[in-house]
């Protein structure tokens, strides 16, 4: 066989095989809301794809200048949109730095729009890459109508996540002139605990050697009662996790 005739069928058995390979996986089914980036269907959590919400410990700033617990109401926005209804997510492939967690494009029984889609567009998130949704024309409406939590001043939530106090004000009410006090308030000192998320989180610099940006302590950890004014409360270990904290050393599962 001569090298020509070689490749022409080397490109014919790869092009079978992406024919055969169909769609990307769907699964439809009950889902649990975790925060309002992510749901959970039987025993896979899905981020939705292009979506990038404040964390259940984040905290916004309104219009009136008063913080807010942005993310709880992000993920009840999340909720009410799926108003208990089955739920059919499009696997995109899972998540860069987490593995177990999947992206995927969302969308509730009845609806024409994606969940990802409309939870931007009411401003309750922001876009965010990777992307197999186009969201931009969403985020870009959420902006220039300053819904949600665009009315008021926030940080991304990727900044939020690595505690990074000094990045970029987002929002219609981010006033130089207090930047400051804003930037106090959208990292306080002390965070308060969301209901039924007790895993504290401690930035690190000694988590970097194994890749992550902190550690985090379970309740019944020897390290869990110093461990005073966490950076992070998380609901589950797969969230924390998932932000690249790893378990602390002297952590045993609590009895």
């Not at 998380?234 to 998932?242: G, L, P, R, T, V």
Request: glycine share 8%; net charge positive.
């Amino acid at each position: 066989m001569s090298f020509r005739n070689f490749l022409a069928a080397v490109v014919l058995v790869v092009a079978g095989c992406l024919a055969s390979a169909g769609p990307s996986q769907a699964v439809t089914g009950t889902a649990t809301v975790r925060d309002a980036n992510s749901i959970q269907i039987a025993d896979v959590t899905y981020r939705l794809d292009g979506v990038d919400a404040p964390e259940l410990d984040q905290v916004c700033i309104d219009d009136h200048a008063d913080p807010w617990t942005c993310g709880l109401e992000a993920r009840d926005q999340l909720t009410k949109l799926i108003k208990g209804r089955s739920v059919r997510c499009d696997d995109v492939g899972p998540e860069k730095n987490f593995g177990k967690r999947h992206r995927a494009i969302c969308t509730a029984d009845g609806d024409k729009t994606t969940l990802n889609e409309q939870l931007i567009r009411l401003g309750y998130a922001i876009a965010r890459e990777p992307v197999k949704v186009n969201v931009k024309p969403a985020a870009a409406e959420a902006k220039t109508g300053s819904v949600g939590i665009w009315k008021g001043c926030f940080v991304a939530p990727q900044e939020f996540r690595t505690g990074k106090k000094d990045g970029p004000l987002l929002g219609t009410a981010c006033r130089a002139d207090r930047d400051k006090e804003i930037r106090a308030a959208l990292f306080p000192e002390e965070l308060t605990m969301p209901p039924s998320c007790s895993i504290k989180g401690k930035l690190a610099v000694r988590a970097r050697v194994t890749g992550n940006i902190g550690i985090y302590h379970l309740r019944g950890c020897p390290s869990y009662a110093g461990t005073t004014k966490p950076d992070r409360w998380f609901c589950s270990e797969d969230d924390a996790q998932a932000a690249g904290f790893r378990k602390a050393y002297n952590c045993r599962r609590p009895k």
